[in-house]
């Protein structure tokens, strides 16, 4: 018998689209990978904690074994992220996809997913007033970063969108963490010890040319390629 036309629905199906964080590996060694993932998240609470996960298999070169698939599901649960799905491959990756778990989309559930988020630049900046200390990390999430005070060697500054200091730069300062390649770190000291653009990397050391060191500076990212110019005026 049909229901009356004003009784509530008990459910109802909805278009949707997905929105994961795509991993892409570009290799199975589980100890290359960790070391890869300790260099970029770091131990315990990161800017990704919680995310979850798209892991796409474009990337590999061989077939994936069930085991190995499991292990890298695992090895990324162990950095706090949720793998919760899988794409791309052939008929045997995705059998062994499965096999860990993994909900396996089709290419045409899973529109293309690149292997970092962009951003939405909806939110305030977050302004820190307070030194940034040896150890400590602080992450805008959806946001720029601007900080007021040292961020010292060791600390580690992190943004969705751009990163300003306002006094010496010497710790790690990350920006475009989610992908976002037009993003930029501004300092007015130039002493860092890695800065990184959309996921690109760049360790500096004692390499920074006298125009550089402790001068206003600015990082960007051409193309692929780091980029450190002096401030003027």
Request: charge should be negative; aromatic fraction near 4%.
């Amino acid at each position: 018998m049909p229901l009356p036309v004003d009784t509530p629905a008990a459910f109802e199906f909805r278009s949707n689209s997905l929105k994961l964080l795509g991993f892409v590996p570009a290799t199975l060694d589980a100890e290359a990978l960790r070391a890869a993932l300790a260099a970029q998240l770091g131990q315990g609470e990161h800017m990704l904690s919680g995310e979850q996960i798209l892991v796409d298999f474009d990337s590999l070169p061989a077939m994936p074994s069930a085991i190995e698939v499991t292990a890298l599901v695992q090895l990324l649960r162990e950095f706090g992220l949720k793998p919760v799905a899988a794409r791309g491959g052939n008929d045997g990756q995705r059998a062994a996809a499965r096999e860990a778990g993994l909900v396996v989309l089709s290419d045409d559930a899973a529109p293309a997913v690149p292997a970092t988020k962009p951003i939405e630049k909806a939110v305030p900046a977050m302004i820190v007033s307070r030194p940034v200390r040896t150890g400590q990390q602080v992450y805008a999430r959806g946001s720029d970063l601007v900080v007021l005070a040292l961020v010292s060697a060791g600390a580690e500054v992190i943004a969705d969108g751009n990163i300003h200091v306002y006094a010496p730069l010497r710790g790690r300062a990350l920006a475009g963490a989610r992908g976002d390649v037009s993003a930029r770190i501004f300092t007015t000291c130039m002493e860092a010890e890695l800065v990184s653009i959309g996921g690109i990397y760049r360790t500096l050391d004692d390499n920074l040319p006298a125009s550089l060191k402790s001068k206003p500076a600015q990082i960007l990212l051409d193309q692929d390629k780091l980029v450190i110019e002096a401030l003027n005026g």
